[in-house]
């Protein structure tokens, strides 16, 4: 016999009364009058067993029974409750919890280390060639409005870098993706009062060279070094994989949070902007290797490579420390300072051992 | 008066959850409908006053449609915004045209799924007067703070007596600055006032009607209040900043302010959150005789709601089943209903259905529809 209330349909009202079936399969509710509600189990309907919440037995004519005796519900109805059952049994069972939780940290770690990167990368590839072309319209047209100035360099200085590049460079990348068509492009970029080294390169195989890095640049190598650097971003479509896994965490991080309405985004916040410059990490380590493997074939010694960075190392370092004296902006050094430069380099010095062994290859 | 209570726990609650998080794993997503309905059911169930529990009725299978749309359309917008800003602009007008309509089935869904002591509750506004609020009254005041601009604009040079003095068009421009932030203000209460008249009158419990009157310049005085409560502490730091600014310590300097700007919005958030909250309940009435109080205090809410933060950031969300839990015995034990009347006499209403469509795209898009305690 189980304890609980009775409700008429749809009303708020309730009686105390007692469920039971018997062995013909008939159930009983019986009301603290003695007066019974009788008819047959198989036409009940029972909510699901969810934690030790009421559970409510509805009947044919809508009225409903309510109990907490969820136990003995379980026990008289287990033959129509079988997913449900499933679902209970794994929350009240702590192997099952233990499961649930290496499952679900697991899944989450490996999701973002190695299954957005690899499906991005997958999805990246196996769209057509526009695609970058697409994605990069109008990007031009937005750095120059909202970070370069023109650059200061000679005409013949440009003529000069974009007839190398053409002659010995733009060829290298033909066997790997022929639809590329690269541009050069030169700007002059200043922020905060200091000119910025950099190469930059979009989606759709335009490369943009600042004038200071070219001022930087000691010799033909180092910026065949960069530029190869670059093109390894465009060939391996580092553009597009970014997009496809920014759209990956942003979903996943919804349906993460979906209930929790606000109350982690500050964590969300964080996480994400970790987890993406994982990625650009990645993806820088893989435009190196690709300049290096290049430049062996090109025979242009990878040391240029590690030149190039350390020479704008040193250059923004200084920049750095004069604007610290003037501003007081110390605490910008915390989130400027780059512990990986230092693997890239080493990287270059390996691949350079090769070079000078006369290799074309190396590991 | 009588207060809600909640007796779910957070052990109980984490054992769902993460078996939620197990399936919606194993189904590659399918399963998170039924997850979500789950979770509802759960918190819904074990919110209980007088012994009466409140139920959650949606099923998976009505939410499933929905939350495909919802994501479909949010891969598409995330995807529209990198590749192409200027169609993204395209895309919020567009959701900005819908949102009304969405609030308004998602009004009418919620409600009707949920239940007290086996009678439901219904939303019955019209589709007019969720449009008239959520987008005719933001257009309107858009459209004013831009004419106050043009205006100003024109009036103010015309006005000047020498075109080469300057301090005529620095006063104009501080005096427009500050009638635009009062206007701001004062839409935003406004709006505030008007969709919870519009949620809370058009209500129904069974055949019982909520009711609520509120006024414009309470929410603004609240409102006020909360950004007093939030610039002061951010003047005294500033100052602070100024006077530290040529030392050593300042790199310490930049990060408590930075913790100390936090913390302060989150206080200011909590007090007004709960003034409000406190305000509206206790001018919410049902059938005209039930009565309800707030007594959340701002302290208390912003307690809970930092640390349940830092709980969630330092286990990487797995403490979330149990921020979940304090958050919604704080909302419970601070929510009072006189229940001297009883609810004997209410009956389910029937009414037209209300599909989930509405809320799976606002909750896609992040809009909370606050329709809960």
Same mark, same amino acid.
């Given at each position: 016999?189980?304890?609980?209330?009775?409700?008429?349909?749809?009303?708020?009202?309730?009686?105390?009364?007692?469920?039971?079936?018997?062995?013909?399969?008939?159930?009983?509710?019986?009301?603290?009058?003695?007066?019974?509600?009788?008819?047959?189990?198989?036409?009940?309907?029972?909510?699901?067993?969810?934690?030790?919440?009421?559970?409510?037995?509805?009947?044919?004519?809508?009225?409903?029974?309510?109990?907490?005796?969820?136990?003995?519900?379980?026990?008289?109805?287990?033959?129509?409750?079988?997913?449900?059952?499933?679902?209970?049994?794994?929350?009240?069972?702590?192997?099952?919890?233990?499961?649930?939780?290496?499952?679900?940290?697991?899944?989450?770690?490996?999701?973002?280390?190695?299954?957005?990167?690899?499906?991005?990368?997958?999805?990246?590839?196996?769209?057509?060639?526009?695609?970058?072309?697409?994605?990069?319209?109008?990007?031009?047209?937005?750095?120059?409005?909202?970070?370069?100035?023109?650059?200061?360099?000679?005409?013949?200085?440009?003529?000069?870098?974009?007839?190398?590049?053409?002659?010995?460079?733009?060829?290298?990348?033909?066997?790997?993706?022929?639809?590329?068509?690269?541009?050069?492009?030169?700007?002059?970029?200043?922020?905060?009062?200091?000119?910025?080294?950099?190469?930059?390169?979009?989606?759709?195989?335009?490369?943009?060279?600042?004038?200071?890095?070219?001022?930087?640049?000691?010799?033909?190598?180092?910026?065949?070094?960069?530029?190869?650097?670059?093109?390894?971003?465009?060939?391996?479509?580092?553009?597009?994989?970014?997009?496809?896994?920014?759209?990956?965490?942003?979903?996943?991080?919804?349906?993460?949070?979906?209930?929790?309405?606000?109350?982690?985004?500050?964590?969300?916040?964080?996480?994400?902007?970790?987890?993406?410059?994982?990625?650009?990490?990645?993806?820088?380590?893989?435009?190196?290797?690709?300049?290096?493997?290049?430049?062996?074939?090109?025979?242009?010694?990878?040391?240029?490579?590690?030149?190039?960075?350390?020479?704008?190392?040193?250059?923004?370092?200084?920049?750095?420390?004069?604007?610290?004296?003037?501003?007081?902006?110390?605490?910008?050094?915390?989130?400027?300072?780059?512990?990986?430069?230092?693997?890239?380099?080493?990287?270059?010095?390996?691949?350079?051992?090769?070079?000078?062994?006369?290799?074309?290859?190396?590991? | 008066?009588?207060?809600?209570?909640?007796?779910?726990?957070?052990?109980?609650?984490?054992?769902?959850?993460?078996?939620?998080?197990?399936?919606?794993?194993?189904?590659?997503?399918?399963?998170?409908?039924?997850?979500?309905?789950?979770?509802?059911?759960?918190?819904?169930?074990?919110?209980?006053?007088?012994?009466?529990?409140?139920?959650?009725?949606?099923?998976?299978?009505?939410?499933?449609?929905?939350?495909?749309?919802?994501?479909?359309?949010?891969?598409?917008?995330?995807?529209?915004?990198?590749?192409?800003?200027?169609?993204?602009?395209?895309?919020?007008?567009?959701?900005?045209?819908?949102?009304?309509?969405?609030?308004?089935?998602?009004?009418?869904?919620?409600?009707?799924?949920?239940?007290?002591?086996?009678?439901?509750?219904?939303?019955?506004?019209?589709?007019?007067?969720?449009?008239?609020?959520?987008?005719?009254?933001?257009?309107?005041?858009?459209?004013?703070?831009?004419?106050?601009?043009?205006?100003?604009?024109?009036?103010?040079?015309?006005?000047?007596?020498?075109?080469?003095?300057?301090?005529?068009?620095?006063?104009?421009?501080?005096?427009?600055?500050?009638?635009?932030?009062?206007?701001?203000?004062?839409?935003?209460?406004?709006?505030?006032?008007?969709?919870?008249?519009?949620?809370?009158?058009?209500?129904?419990?069974?055949?019982?009607?909520?009711?609520?009157?509120?006024?414009?310049?309470?929410?603004?005085?609240?409102?006020?209040?909360?950004?007093?409560?939030?610039?002061?502490?951010?003047?005294?730091?500033?100052?602070?900043?100024?006077?530290?600014?040529?030392?050593?310590?300042?790199?310490?300097?930049?990060?408590?302010?930075?913790?100390?700007?936090?913390?302060?919005?989150? =206080? #200011?958030?909590?007090?007004?959150?709960? /003034?409000?909250?406190?305000?509206?309940? @206790? *001018? $919410? %009435?049902? !059938?005209?005789? &039930?009565?309800?109080?707030?007594?959340?205090?701002?302290?208390?809410?912003?307690?809970?709601?930092?640390?349940?933060?830092?709980?969630?950031?330092?286990?990487?969300? =797995? #403490?979330?089943?149990?921020?979940?839990? /304090?958050?919604?015995?704080?909302?419970? @034990? *601070? $929510? %009072?209903? !006189?229940?001297? &009347?009883?609810?004997?006499?209410?009956?389910?209403?029937?009414?037209?259905?209300?599909?989930?469509?509405?809320?799976?795209?606002?909750?896609?898009?992040?809009?909370?529809?606050?329709?809960?305690?």
């Amino acid at each position: 016999m189980i304890q609980g209330y009775w409700h008429p349909q749809g009303s708020a009202e309730r009686f105390v009364a007692t469920f039971e079936i018997n062995d013909l399969g008939r159930y009983a509710i019986v009301f603290e009058d003695k007066t019974a509600y009788r008819g047959d189990a198989s036409d009940l309907k029972v909510s699901d067993r969810l934690g030790n919440v009421y559970r409510k037995i509805t009947l044919e004519d809508g009225s409903a029974f309510t109990t907490l005796d969820n136990d003995a519900i379980d026990l008289l109805f287990k033959h129509q409750q079988k997913t449900n059952a499933l679902v209970h049994y794994l929350e009240t069972h702590m192997r099952w919890i233990a499961v649930a939780l290496i499952v679900a940290v697991a899944t989450g770690f490996s999701f973002f280390k190695w299954g957005v990167p690899w499906t991005s990368e997958k999805i990246a590839q196996a769209l057509p060639y526009e695609t970058n072309r697409l994605i990069a319209k109008g990007s031009m047209k937005f750095l120059d409005k909202a970070m370069f100035d023109e650059s200061n360099l000679t005409k013949v200085q440009k003529d000069e870098i974009r007839l190398h590049f053409e002659q010995k460079i733009a060829r290298l990348s033909i066997e790997d993706e022929d639809e590329i068509r690269y541009k050069i492009y030169f700007r002059s970029w200043t922020m905060g009062g200091s000119e910025i080294p950099n190469a930059l390169a979009l989606p759709s195989g335009e490369i943009i060279l600042t004038d200071k890095f070219i001022q930087l640049a000691s010799n033909q190598d180092e910026i065949d070094a960069v530029m190869l650097h670059e093109m390894g971003h465009v060939v391996h479509r580092h553009g597009l994989e970014m997009l496809i896994e920014g759209t990956f965490i942003t979903v996943a991080v919804m349906m993460m949070t979906g209930d929790a309405s606000g109350m982690g985004d500050m964590g969300v916040g964080l996480g994400s902007a970790l987890v993406s410059s994982s990625y650009s990490r990645k993806h820088e380590a893989e435009a190196d290797l690709y300049a290096f493997n290049k430049m062996l074939k090109a025979k242009i010694d990878p040391k240029s490579f590690s030149n190039i960075m350390q020479s704008m190392m040193d250059y923004m370092a200084k920049e750095n420390n004069e604007t610290k004296k003037d501003d007081k902006k110390g605490y910008l050094d915390y989130f400027a300072s780059h512990p990986t430069t230092q693997t890239r380099i080493d990287l270059a010095n390996h691949y350079s051992k090769c070079f000078k062994q006369g290799l074309t290859t190396c590991k | 008066m009588e207060a809600l209570r909640f007796t779910g726990a957070g052990n109980e609650y984490f054992k769902i959850w993460i078996v939620n998080v197990l399936l919606t794993i194993i189904t590659l997503g399918i399963y998170y409908p039924w997850a979500k309905v789950r979770n509802r059911r759960y918190f819904y169930a074990n919110s209980t006053l007088n012994d009466r529990n409140f139920e959650y009725h949606a099923t998976g299978k009505q939410l499933l449609l929905g939350f495909l749309i919802g994501l479909v359309l949010f891969v598409i917008y995330n995807i529209v915004t990198q590749v192409a800003p200027q169609f993204a602009l395209f895309f919020m007008g567009f959701f900005i045209l819908i949102l009304p309509w969405i609030i308004w089935r998602s009004l009418i869904f919620n409600m009707k799924v949920s239940s007290f002591s086996n009678v439901h509750f219904s939303f019955r506004g019209a589709l007019k007067t969720s449009y008239l609020i959520f987008l005719g009254y933001p257009l309107l005041i858009i459209f004013l703070i831009v004419m106050v601009g043009i205006i100003a604009s024109v009036a103010i040079p015309s006005l000047q007596s020498s075109p080469s003095d300057p301090t005529f068009l620095i006063i104009g421009g501080i005096i427009i600055g500050v009638f635009s932030m009062i206007l701001y203000a004062f839409a935003i209460a406004l709006i505030q006032k008007k969709s919870k008249e519009y949620m809370l009158n058009n209500s129904f419990y069974g055949q019982g009607q909520f009711s609520t009157e509120l006024e414009t310049k309470k929410f603004l005085s609240i409102y006020a209040k909360g950004i007093m409560l939030a610039l002061l502490p951010l003047v005294v730091m500033g100052l602070g900043f100024v006077g530290m600014g040529v030392g050593p310590g300042a790199e310490i300097l930049f990060i408590v302010a930075y913790f100390g700007f936090i913390i302060v919005s989150l =206080l #200011a958030g909590a007090y007004i959150m709960s /003034r409000i909250r406190a305000y509206v309940y @206790e *001018n $919410t %009435l049902l !059938d005209d005789r &039930v009565a309800f109080e707030s007594t959340l205090g701002a302290r208390a809410l912003a307690w809970v709601i930092f640390t349940n933060l830092l709980m969630i950031l330092f286990t990487l969300g =797995l #403490a979330m089943p149990w921020a979940k839990v /304090r958050m919604a015995n704080l909302m419970l @034990e *601070n $929510t %009072l209903v !006189d229940t001297s &009347v009883g609810f004997d006499e209410y009956i389910t209403q029937e009414q037209a259905r209300g599909g989930a469509i509405g809320e799976q795209i606002g909750e896609a898009f992040d809009v909370d529809m606050d329709v809960g305690f």
